[in-house]
């Protein structure tokens, strides 16, 4: 296996069986992809498409009927390459009994991390993910948000090279999606590659390298966003301050070249930027007031 | 190592902070204290009995609900709730976490036995102190003696399961014991024995016995006659000096008439003789407890594994009451034989006679799966201490041993097991 290669599936399919031993639903049927190192990788599809089934057989958590996969160089059933994995759940599922501080050291202690190591890891990444007013509280008084951030700092913890995320915006607010989305672009800025699934295209389209979408199991297409959403005979041009005459005589000269204007509209802005524009002014004016 | 102990702190830590072990810690030790006020009829001894009895039971009875509770329910949980997900996401072994998970169940039924244990014992010294002045022997422990050699002498009936019965005037059984020993010789030697009788009338009470107690070193011979009933032990007291400096004694009991038949297993006699402490003997029974408790962790575990949350307990729940019971289920099955053989009317009692519909299907489909069972599951028995402590015994040091022992040879079988099953099972 090629050393930039950080993840690979060899026709990986997963069966469940039912108590019987007969096979009850094909969840993923020879699914063959392969993850870059350094790049955001996105798997895309539907709900009970395979996504999390394929992530759970790559961490071992899972066995294959039949195939193989590979990753970090190596097979799936290898407990150590785990050491260089993080892996954040569908669900954030933790001890409800343990506070963040609590949570994240016990996630320290299963990759053996010296007892002061593990504390400065625990405060940056509780600075990092917006829960140090709320280190000391148990687990089961935060909301979902404050979960999936406690979720996305233990599968850090570790200092991973390959993280695999599963919906990691799922349950956050605009704000917190746009934090997340921000950590994950600067995990691969720091040369570490992230699996995530989802089914947020548009969260998938904003930071992800290369996709992969699957439906019932089977792969339908993957490849880099800008091989898959490349219009080649469309053009767009973003142009600022430009008078209604100037506008016509633009129309009028493509249609004398022979090219058709499929339409002219004013550029309009995400409704996350609006709101983030929004929560931005707030906090200016609240500054202000203090 | 390290991995272990983290999660079997966690285990610990789980059990408090869900309080379940503050829970079961406060009912065991509120029915302990509650032993106190327990109406009793009798003095003195009587008294006692029954605290040492309630408190032993409470332990008992909290130990084992909270290992099989506990133990049962943690890997269930933990996969219901998805936290088993991301621990088996890191570089875990699925071995740690079986141990990890055991060695944390093992500090939660410390913790349990320390606390109900140091009250149970305030209480049983307290209750001996209020007894003082009523009975001076109160918490007074007495060595035990069994049988190091049993024969059947004379023409004898046959030998019914692990029964052999007896025809009064046609044979004997002679017993020997060795190694009689105690602190102070002049306390009184007690004789106790249980048997079974049968005789020709079928509705009997009671049977003669002929009892003769041998001083081989000084060939005196004590000759007693007695009547023994069916349910209560026969009891004979010597005089310590007796034995004349030795340590060996042979009796000899027979029925009494033609046509009593006495029933005699290997441990219907034995012989009480000598006074210990209580506090080592408390140790002894605690340890032994212990290890029970230590099996039962071992086999939720392995049920946890392979079994949902419910079905588990049940499993457990089934284990421990079928592991109480070996013994009978081995009994049925000799019953059942005997139902088909009739060979041995006077081995079984009036009920059983009449040929039963029922029992000879129970032979046919379930005599064999019940042995079989009774041989698998763990044996219960052998952590039995209940007994050694409301008759004032003192617990042999080999009973602590083999109790240990066969906790640890059947935790040897049921790892392996728990960690294959463990290893192949998706956490989905």
Redesign the interface.
Known sequence: MSDDIAIKTEDLTKAYRSFFGRKKVLALNKLNIVVRKGEIFGLLGPNGSGKTTTL?LL?????PTEGRAYVLGKATDD?????R?G?L?E?S???R??NADETLD??G????IPGKERKLRTDRLLKRVGLEFARKRHLKQYSKGMLRRIGIA?ALI?DPGLIILDEPTSGLDPIGTRETKDLILELKSQGKTVLLCSHLLSDVQDICDSVAIIDKGELQISGTIGELLANKDIVELLIRNLSKETLAEVERFIQEKQGEVVSIKNSSGTLEDLFLKIYAANISNSKTDV | MQQILVIAKQTFKEAVRNKILFILITLGVITICCSVFMPVVGEGREKLKIVESMCFRSITFFGTLAAILLSASSIPTDIDNKVLCTITAKPVQRANIIFGKIIGFVYIIGVLLLIMGSVSYALIRYTALRQNSQDSHGLLIREQFDPVDLQITGDSARNIGNVSWIEGGKGASVWKFRGLSSKDRKDDLEIEANFLIEGRKRSIGTIPVKIKVINPYSARVLTESMEVSQNKPLLLRLNGKSLDGSEELTIVISPGKSGDFLGIRADSLRIFWGGKGFGCNYLKGLTIISTQFLLIVVIAVLGSTFLSLPVNILFCLFVFFCGNITDFMRDLSTVINVIETREHEHAISGVMRESNVFLVCLNNIIKKPILLLSYILPDFRYFSVGKYFVDGINIPCKRIFMSFGYAVLYALVCLPISFLVFKRKEIA
């Open positions: 759970k961490l071992g958590l899972l066995f407990v150590t390459v785990k050491s994995i892996f759940p669900e599922c933790f001890y009994f343990l016990f996630y202690q299963l990759f053996r233990q570790n």
